[in-house]
C-alpha cells in the first residue's frame, strides 16, 4: 500500500525553497533508503496551506514553537489517522525526519515486536514498541540527503534474538548489536507476563539510565477515540483532547460557498479545521 505525506508549513514559518527541499529529502530516504528495509511505499509533498493537502494524506505540520508538553510528535486526528507536529528550529528537517519514519513504519502506534528484556532483573521476553528513530534520534547520528538533515533508523535486523555477523541495526551504521540505544535515546517495551510498561534512557553522555517502570496502563484517548500506545506513552498524563466548537454542516456549507470550494476541497478544509482546532486544544499557538 502507498502511503502519502504531506510536509505543511503554513505562514511562510520557512521559507518555499528550504520546505521543497527538505520534501524532496524525505521523499529520497523514504524511496532509497526505507522501503527496501520496512517494505513500505510513500511519497512526501510539500504544502503551504493544510486546505491543499490531501484528505487521504498523512501531514507532518511545522509549527514555530511547540512548547507544550507531549504536544511535538505523532498523534491521531478524530478518525484515527496519523498526524505529526514538528517545531521549526535548526534541527526541524531531522525532526521531521523522525516523525516521518515513525508514521511510515508504524502509522498506528501500535505495533510490538518480541524480544529478550534489557532489563536483567527481568530477563523475560517482552514486546518492545515499535518506533525506529528513538534508539538513535540524536543529531550526531543523522545523515544528510543532498544537503539536509535526517534521522538515522533501526533496521528490521534492530529486534533479533541475538547479534550476527555482518548485520546492519541502524541505517546510517550507528548501532552495532540488537536492541543498542545511542546517547540521547531511549526505547519502550511491556512485559506480558505482568502488563507494566518501561522505558530505557540512555543520556548524552552514553550512561544509561535507570529503567523506568510505567506500571500498567491503559490506552489514552482524545474525545471517544482511542488511542495507540505510541500516544499513551508519549503522554503518560490522560489530556482530554479533540476538535472544540466544530462547525455544523449547515456553517460548513456556507463557509464553503463563501470560497467557492470544490467537493474535493470541501473535504480538505472539514479536515484541516478540525486539525487546527485540535492542534489548539493541544496548547500549540502559532
Not at 505529526?84 to 508514521?103: I, P, R
Request: net charge negative; proline share 7%; charged share 20%.
Amino acid at each position: 500500500m502507498l502511503s502519502r505525506v504531506a510536509l505543511v508549513a503554513e505562514g511562510g514559518i520557512v521559507s518555499a525553497s528550504d520546505l521543497t527541499q527538505a520534501s524532496a529529502a524525505l521523499q529520497k530516504q523514504a524511496t532509497r533508503d526505507f522501503s527496501p528495509l520496512w517494505n513500505v511505499s510513500a511519497t512526501v509533498d510539500a504544502f503551504t496551506n493544510l486546505e491543499d493537502v490531501p484528505v487521504g494524506s498523512w501531514p507532518v505540520i511545522l509549527k514555530k514553537n511547540i512548547d507544550v508538553q507531549n504536544a511535538a510528535g505523532v498523534h491521531e486526528d478524530k478518525d484515527g489517522q496519523p498526524f505529526a507536529l514538528v517545531s521549526v528550529d535548526a534541527n526541524w528537517s531531522l525532526t521531521a525526519s523522525h516523525e516521518t519514519l515513525e508514521m511510515l513504519a508504524d502509522p498506528f502506534g501500535n505495533r510490538l515486536v518480541e524480544g529478550p528484556s534489557l532489563d536483567p532483573n527481568r530477563p523475560d521476553r517482552v514486546q518492545y514498541l515499535l518506533e525506529v528513530a528513538d534508539p538513535c534520534e540524536s543529531a550526531v547520528y543523522s545523515y544528510t540527503i543532498d544537503g539536509i538533515v535526517v534521522s538515522d533508523f533501526i533496521t528490521p535486523q534492530f529486534h533479533d534474538p541475538e547479534e550476527s555477523s555482518g548485520a546492519r541495526y541502524s541505517f546510517a551504521g550507528n548501532i552495532n548489536h540488537p536492541r543498542q540505544v545511542l546517547n540521547g535515546g531511549y526505547i519502550s517495551w511491556t512485559d506480558p507476563a505482568t502488563g507494566h510498561w518501561y522505558q530505557l534512557f540512555v543520556d548524552d553522555n552514553g550512561n544509561p539510565m535507570p529503567i523506568t517502570d510505567l506500571g500498567t496502563l491503559s490506552r489514552s484517548t482524545e474525545g471517544t477515540a482511542v488511542q495507540s500506545w505510541r500516544s499513551t506513552i508519549d503522554r503518560l498524563t490522560p489530556r482530554q483532547d479533540g476538535p472544540k466548537n466544530p462547525l455544523t454542516a449547515t456553517e460548513l456549507n456556507k463557509l464553503l460557498a463563501m470560497r467557492g470550494a470544490t467537493p474535493t476541497q470541501a473535504a480538505r478544509v472539514g479536515r484541516a479545521r478540525s486539525l487546527r482546532a485540535q492542534i489548539a486544544s493541544l496548547g500549540v499557538q502559532g
